[in-house]
């Protein structure tokens, strides 16, 4: 254990810390993660920064009072990926609850838990039964006994629906729990209805109110499909600690994905510049953002949600090439360099709108050398093949199966090949498979 909150100190010292919400609020997305791969994940997600993982991610290992696995679940990530991450257990704001979180983590180095406390009118009645003010107040008194009794692990709260909560009261329960020990303070939105410029206001007036002393995170939905742009409006306001999940999976439509939130503010210093402030510095340890398609592959396999052609960041489409302006010059119709910041090789792809330059070039990388006719006559045959089954992308076998017939049409009769397939990996550099017309 240490006795030192090392999120609480980053966030402070104006590091970027996120608070990791797939095997946890991903639950609620209809996804469930083995205990073995939450480690696994915990493990690769600290990783991305070093040995200053701890303190750039809480990794919200599981919901202990679930059942016995979770528990479970919770205590191996708990005890297994200490080192990687700062582990956390949630908890929902009762007595017995908290004592099975604080087990869940206990001994290991930088644990936490995370009480959720209802803050509006319509969450209090919902969840306790009870008005907001008597919820707050029911909840600093559990802060309190958590904070008692934690032996080293930090205490974090969770203020529910705090947009439709009295903004003034939040705040001063915001303060309160600071004061009796809480680390961090999570105002969620819960229904995910915030626009970016409600979101600043609310992050600011919570800040403004509970004094200086408080450390709020923002945990915020994606229904309206705002939950990257409400972020980042948190950030502006002066949050830094955010809640996110791999693949966006939360409940209902999901929440800020992850690789989306990193990739965004570590990838050009001047964006981040534009969200954080002039001169500001991040990270500890700075990201490794090549590790990022790697990382959702994975959770993608795990969960079975998919990894789209549009999906930014880590999609499919990431990298691909399929016409011929952007084929020829590249770097002026993508907003980033995919090789070098993610490690993504550019593939050049046949679909319905291939030019001859991109039909080459795919010849070429499965061991075909066309000339001009050949090119015209291969191209007329992927537009013609794109039609007639409906489908944009034709696959590679099946063009060096067609290639296969058309060169051998072109060659004198008892001639060898002059060029043997190519078998290294298909996702060669754009620049490298550009063809030399015969």
């Known amino acids: 254990m240490s006795g030192i909150d090392v999120v609480r100190e980053s966030a402070r010292a104006g590091r970027v810390v996120l608070f990791e919400e ?39 290992a599981g919901f202990p009072s679930v059942c016995a696995q979770e528990y479970e679940a919770t205590r191996r990530v708990a005890l297994e990926a200490e080192g990687s991450v700062s582990p956390a257990a949630i908890c929902r704001g009762t007595e017995q609850d908290v004592r099975l979180a604080l087990a869940a983590v206990r001994g290991a180095a ?19 039964h009870r008005g907001a003010r008597e919820a707050l107040a029911d909840g600093l008194d559990l802060v309190k006994s958590a904070v008692d009794r934690a032996d080293g692990v930090a205490v974090d709260v969770c203020l529910v629906d705090a947009p439709r909560a009295d903004p003034g009261l939040v705040a001063a329960y915001a303060g309160a729990m600071t004061a009796a020990g809480a680390g961090t303070v999570v105002l969620a939105d819960t229904v995910g209805d915030l626009l970016p410029g409600q979101a600043r206001a609310l992050f600011a007036r919570v800040a403004a109110g509970a004094g200086p002393d408080p450390v709020l995170v ?42 989306q939130l990193l990739f965004l503010l570590a990838h050009d210093p001047a964006k981040a510049e534009q969200v954080l402030g002039a001169g500001c510095r991040p990270w500890w340890t700075a990201p490794d ?47 980033y360099d995919p090789e070098r910041l993610l490690g993504v090789r550019p593939t050049v792809i046949l679909t319905q709108l291939a030019s001859g330059r991109v039909v080459r070039a795919v010849a070429e990388r499965l061991g075909h050398r066309l000339d001009r006719e050949a090119t015209a006559t291969a191209l007329a ?23 296969e017939g058309l060169t051998a049409a072109h060659r004198p009769t008892g001639a060898e090949p002059d060029a043997q397939p190519d078998t290294r990996p298909a996702a060669r550099p754009a620049a490298d498979a550009r063809v030399r017309t015969a």
């Not at 939450?38 to 303190?55: E, K, S, T, W």
């Not at 209802?118 to 306790?128: C, D, G, I, K, Q």
């Not at 990382?295 to 990298?319: K, N, W």
Request: aromatic share 6%.
């Open 289 to 335: 953002l090549t590790r990022l398609p790697g990382i959702a592959r994975m959770v993608s396999a795990e969960t079975g949600v998919p990894l789209t052609v549009t999906t930014p960041i880590v999609g499919t489409g990431v990298g691909t090439i399929s016409t011929g302006t952007p084929f020829t010059h590249p770097a002026t119709f993508q907003p």
């Open 218 to 259: 923002s945990h915020l939905h994606n229904d309206l499909g705002l939950g990257l742009a409400n972020t980042l409006a948190a950030l502006e306001s002066g949050v830094r600690v955010a809640a996110c999940s791999w693949l966006g999976m939360a409940e209902r439509s999901g929440m800020v994905a992850t690789e």
């Open 381 to 403: 045959w992927v537009k013609d093949r794109a039609y007639r089954d409906n489908r944009a992308v034709v696959p590679d076998a099946d063009f060096a199966a067609y290639l």
């Open 110 to 128: 930088h644990a936490r838990v995370m009480v959720i406390v209802a803050a509006s009118e319509a969450t209090a009645r919902a969840l306790v």
């Open 22 to 60: 797939s095997p946890r609020d991903g639950a609620q997305a209809k996804t469930l993660m083995s205990a073995g791969f939450r480690v696994r994940l915990a493990r690769a997600q600290g990783a991305v920064f070093g040995a200053d993982g701890p303190r750039h991610v809480v990794f919200a």
